[in-house]
T-cell receptor, first 112, second 115 residues
């Protein structure tokens, strides 16, 4: 099993640009989570999906953030327009019938 | 509401010494409990979990944790620390037994191992 796949692994962009982060969950998993990790705030849950349906997006910081899951094998997190304070590591995680979540390697985003 | 408290944001031990990372939880239903480890520049990796049954659970890399309901604790231990154990450790609790809700994570404890 390839595990949770995230792309890109690193992204450097200028303020105001659109950023799209991608995630492929583990095959057969029906829940997907997006997290953000910073030194100041630690690990924050942004949004999660069950069976491709967004369940709770209360962690999304602003309307500049949006997430989609068009099918069971793909999800995106989009930031438009990006700001320097969005710089963080963004993790995707998935879960199947068990309770543990499996994390991807993360995308390190730097907004200059 | 469920919550997790990890005592000590940073723990430092000597190589070969006992590792003890503390975790206390609050849950209105029987909890499922987890420890994750995060090495530098990597994602979180499951170390071990408690769901039901034996309260002492063993995980990878020689770590183990004991669920103590009376103390609402799930402390992580390892008899002898290795340099490779230096990482961030997160305790987490399942919010409900439905399996449809996210884990609630603690703020993490950074473990340093001194040679």
């Amino acid at each position: 099993d390839a595990g949770v796949i995230q792309s890109p692994r690193h992204e450097v962009t200028e303020m105001g640009q659109e950023v799209t982060l991608r995630c492929k969950p583990i095959s057969g998993h029906n829940s997907l989570f997006w997290y953000r990790q910073t030194m100041m705030r630690g690990l924050e849950l942004l949004i999660y999906f069950n069976n491709n349906v967004p369940i709770d997006d209360s962690g999304m910081p602003e309307d500049r953030f949006s997430a989609k899951m068009p099918n069971a094998s793909f999800s995106t997190l989009k930031i438009q327009p990006s700001e320097p304070r969005d710089s963080a590591v963004y993790f995707c995680a998935s879960r199947g019938s068990a309770y543990e979540q499996y994390f991807g390697p993360g995308t390190r985003l730097t907004v200059t | 509401a469920q919550s997790v408290t990890q005592l000590g944001s940073h723990v430092s031990v000597s190589e070969g010494a006992l590792v003890l990372l503390r975790c206390n939880y609050s849950s209105s239903v029987p909890p499922y409990l987890f420890w994750y480890v995060q090495y530098p520049n990597q994602g979180l990796q499951l170390l071990l979990k408690y769901t039901t049954g034996a309260t002492l659970v063993k995980g990878i890399n020689g770590f183990e944790a004991e669920f103590k309901k009376s103390e609402t604790s799930f402390h992580l231990t390892k008899p002898s620390a290795h340099m490779s154990d230096a990482a961030e450790y997160f305790c987490a609790v399942s919010v409900s037994n439905s399996g449809n809700t996210p884990l609630v994570f603690g703020k993490g404890t950074r473990l340093s191992v001194i040679a």
